[in-house]
C-alpha cells in the first residue's frame, strides 16, 4: 500500500467496526504469486541476526516490515535510540507484502520465528484481527496509548469486538493522481494541476478520455499510464463496498461497481492507455526511471517510490492533482507479537513510533500521510514539499483528500481478491486477451484461492 509499503490502505477503507466473517480458517501458506495493490518500493534486507541483545549489551528490538515504511529513512530509529541510550532497532524488510504477509501467517500460526514488531498491511487487518488476536499484546493498554490519537475508524480496523487492539494505525493513504508536467506539455494538456483536475473531476471515464487526448499526441514513446492493475486499484478504492458486503458476505463477482471497474481498465488496456506492467516490480522500477509514463495514481507514500525511482534530473518535473473521485490506498499497522522477546520495550517503540510527531516527521521526509488528526496542523505537514513535486502544496491537497475518503468495507481476502483482478486479470487484455476472457480468469483464479 504504502508499497510502504507494500498496498499502505491508509484507509478510511474498512471504516467502523470489524464485521463478522464466513470462511476465516486460515488457509495453508501458499505463494500468492506477483503484482499487489498496496506496495511500496525496496529498503529491503536484514539489519541483524535476531538475537535480543547486541555485542554492546543493548537490548535489540526487531522489526519485521514491508516495503518502505521509512522509520529508518526518516532518521526515527535513530532519534529512539539517542532518548533510549540501551536500545538498539534492527529492522528485517520483505519488498512485497505478498511475499510478507504468508510467512507472518506462518509464524504466528506456529507461534514462532516472530520479530519483536510485526508490520501489518491494511488488506490483511480483517484477518489478523479475526484469526491471530490471542497472538499479539493489546496496544490499548500499552503505556502511552491514547486512543482518541486516532482516527476512529482506523483504530476499530484492528480492534476485536471484544475491545482487543492488535496494533497502532501507521498511516492512511489518500489517493491523489501524480503526473509528469513535461509529458503533459508534450501531449497538449494542462499542466496546472488546478486545470489537470478539472479535466477528469468527479468521474473516472473522464480520466481515460484524458489518456485517450494524451496518447493521440504521445505515440508509442510513452502511456498515459503506469499499469492496469494500479488504474483498477484507484477506481476501487472510491467504491463503499467492493469485495464483500458489510455482513461479511464475498460480492466481487455481483458487485456492478467491481465489474464497472473492471471493464474500464480493460478499456484503457486495449486503448493502449496502460503499460502492460506489473506494480513494484523491477521492470516497472525502470518505467519510473526512464519516463514511460505521465500518470500514477498516488497515496502520499507513492512520492517516496517515485523518490527512489526517478532520475535525478526529473526533480521537480512531477505534480500532484486531485483524483476524479477519492480513494484510499495503503495503511499499515504495528504489533507486538507476545511471544516476541523484548515485548515490554517493543510496546513503547510501537507507542512512540505511531504518535502524531512522529507520523508528522514521516510524512515529511517519506509521504506516508498520518492516521494521527493531531499531526494535520503540524508544519511538517501543512509545509511538506517533495523534492519530485517541487512547490506543490502536498500536505494541503493529500489532507483535502483525506477528508472525502469513503468508508469501505474490508475483508479478510482483500488482497487475494484484488490480485487475482489485477495479475490475473486485467494485465492480460495488455497482451491481447478480450475484457471478458480476462474477467473469467481472473474470477476462476480467485474463487480457487478462495476455496469456492
Known amino acids: 500500500m504504502r508499497a510502504r509499503t507494500l498496498p499502505l490502505s491508509r484507509q478510511r477503507s474498512g471504516g467502523g467496526k470489524p464485521i463478522a466473517r464466513k470462511a476465516l480458517a486460515i488457509a495453508a501458506v501458499v505463494s500468492l504469486g506477483t503484482g ?79 520479530m519483536d514488531v510485526q508490520a501489518i498491511e491494511i488488506a490483511n487487518i480483517a484477518e489478523i484481527v479475526g484469526t491471530q488476536a490471542d497472538k499479539f499484546v493489546d496496544m490499548s493498554k500499552a503505556e502511552g496509548v491514547d486512543k482518541a490519537n486516532w482516527l476512529d475508524w482506523k483504530w476499530a480496523q484492528a480492534t476485536t469486538k471484544d ?71 484507484a477506481v476501487l478504492s472510491s467504491e463503499k463496498e467492493k469485495f464483500y458486503d458489510s455482513s461479511g458476505e464475498v460480492i466481487y463477482k455481483t458487485n456492478p461497481a467491481v465489474k464497472n471497474a473492471f471493464d ?16 513494484f516490480q523491477p521492470a516497472w522500477d525502470t518505467t519510473i526511471a526512464n519516463s514511460k509514463f505521465a500518470t500514477v495514481a498516488c ?41 516476541g522477546k523484548n515485548v515490554e520495550e517493543a510496546q513503547k517503540l510501537v507507542a512512540w513510533l505511531t504518535a502524531p510527531e512522529q507520523q508528522a516527521k514521516l510524512f515529511k521526509v517519506q509521504g506516508s500521510f498520518p492516521s494521527t488528526p493531531g499531526a494535520y496542523d503540524s508544519p511538517e505537514v ?36 484484488q490480485q487475482g483482478l489485477t495479475d490475473n486479470g486485467v494485465i492480460l487484455v495488455t497482451k491481447g486477451k478480450s475484457a471478458k476472457d480476462a474477467w473469467e480468469t481472473a474470477t476462476k483464479t480467485i474463487d480457487n484461492n478462495l476455496d469456492q
Not at 299 to 316: F, Q, R, S
Not at 321 to 330: E, H
Open 299 to 339: 497515496p502520499p507514500w507513492m512520492l517516496g517510490t517515485i523518490k527512489g525511482k526517478a532520475k535525478p534530473e526529473d526533480a521537480g518535473k512531477w505534480d500532484v492533482a486531485v483524483a476524479p473521485k477519492s480513494g484510499n490506498w495503503g495503511g499499515s499497522f504495528l504489533g507486538v507479537p507476545k511471544s
Open 264 to 279: 474500464l481498465t480493460a478499456k484503457a488496456a486495449e486503448k493502449g492507455l496502460v503499460q502492460s506492467q506489473t506494480q
Open 163 to 233: 475491545g482487543q487492539t492488535v496494533g497502532l494505525g501507521t498511516d492512511i493513504g489518500p489517493m491523489a493522481i501524480c503526473y509528469r508536467k513535461d509529458l503533459f506539455e508534450k501531449a497538449g494538456l494542462p499542466t496546472d494541476r488546478e486545470e489537470v483536475g478539472k479535466l477528469w473531476a468527479g468521474d473516472w471515464n473522464k480520466f481515460i478520455e484524458t489518456g485517450e487526448r494524451y496518447q493521440k499526441k504521445a505515440g508509442k514513446d510513452t502511456f498515459f499510464m503506469d499499469s492496469p492493475g494500479g488504474l483498477l486499484n
Open 36 to 114: 499487489l495493490l498496496a506496495g511500496c518500493a525496496d529498503d529491503g534486507g536484514s539489519d541483524g541476526d535476531g538475537s535480543s541483545s547486541d555485542s554492546e549489551g543493548k537490548t535489540k528490538i526487531t522489526m519485521g516490515l514491508f516495503g518502505t515504511m521509512g522509520f529508518k529513512e526518516a532518521g526515527l530509529y535513530d532519534e529512539y535510540e539517542k532518548l533510549n541510550p540501551d536500545i538498539k532497532i534492527e529492522q528485517t524488510v520483505v519488498e512485497r507484502n505478498e511475499n510478507y504477509y504468508p510467512a507472518l501467517l506462518n509464524h504466528l500460526t506456529t507461534n514462532s520465528g516472530l
Open 382 to 417: 501543512t509545509g511538506a514539499k517533495n523534492e519530485m513535486t517541487g512547490d506543490s502544496p502536498i500536505g494541503e491537497i493529500f489532507s483535502e483528500a483525506a477528508k472525502q475518503i469513503p468508508t469501505q468495507v474490508i475483508g479478510p481476502k482483500d488482497q487475494i481478491i
